[in-house]
């Protein structure tokens, strides 16, 4: 896994609302123009949080 550096800060604050359970339905958005990694960001996101057990789910 190649760590992608200046969304740590970022990174950790979306699974931190990922672990918290209130409210228990919450969707989270990433949103801006082109180019700025939220593709990236996300998928960053996603190989933290894979071990994360959500009562719901898309």
Do not use: C, M, W
């Not at 550096?5 to 082109?34: M, N």
């Not at 939220?38 to 071990?51: E, P, S």
């Amino acid at each position: 896994e190649t760590e992608v550096v200046g969304i740590e800060s970022t990174r950790d604050e979306l699974i931190a609302k990922l672990e918290g359970r209130s409210p228990p339905r919450t969707v989270i958005s990433l949103v801006g123009t082109g180019r700025i990694d939220k593709t990236t960001l996300a998928h960053q996101v996603y190989i933290r949080a894979k071990g994360l057990n959500f009562d719901h789910h898309a």
